[in-house]
Nanobody
Framework: QVQLVESGGGLVQSGGSLRLSCEASGGKFSIDSMGWYRQAPGKQRELVAEINTGGRTKYADSVQGRFTVSRDNSKNTVALQMNNLKPEDTAVYYC???????????????WGQGTQVTVSS
């Protein structure tokens, strides 16, 4: 079982920056994808950004150019640098780690406890 511990988050004014960090531990297998999702009140959880072991990244259109996801494979850590934050970025941000079983079409997801990011206007 993989445990994910997040740090960072908090309250920031519009246009400001925050950095989220997450460390994975406990698994006896390699993690294929790591990243961040967010969930705002009354909305579904959505992908923010993810990165695979080779460094390939994927971003939500709404954060492209403002957020940067990075990963240290040797330490099983993932970070999200968030710049030019907007009030609509306000949400609980969840760290995600995933194992991908491509031939089976299966994905096993692991989640952190979530950290609140609030952007004031």
């Amino acid at each position: 079982q993989v445990q994910l511990v997040e740090s960072g988050g908090g309250l920031v004014q519009s246009g400001g920056s925050l950095r989220l960090s997450c460390e994975a531990s406990g698994g006896k297998f390699s993690i294929d994808s790591m990243g961040w999702y967010r969930q705002a009140p009354g909305k579904q959880r959505e992908l923010v950004a993810e990165i695979n072991t080779g460094g390939r990244t994927k971003y939500a259109d709404s954060v492209q150019g403002r957020f940067t996801v990075s990963r240290d494979n040797s330490k099983n850590t993932v970070a999200l640098q968030m710049n030019n934050l907007k009030p609509e970025d306000t949400a609980v941000y969840y760290c995600n780690a995933a194992r991908l079983f491509v031939m089976l079409g299966r994905r096993d997801d692991y989640w952190g406890q979530g950290t609140q990011v609030t952007v004031s206007s």
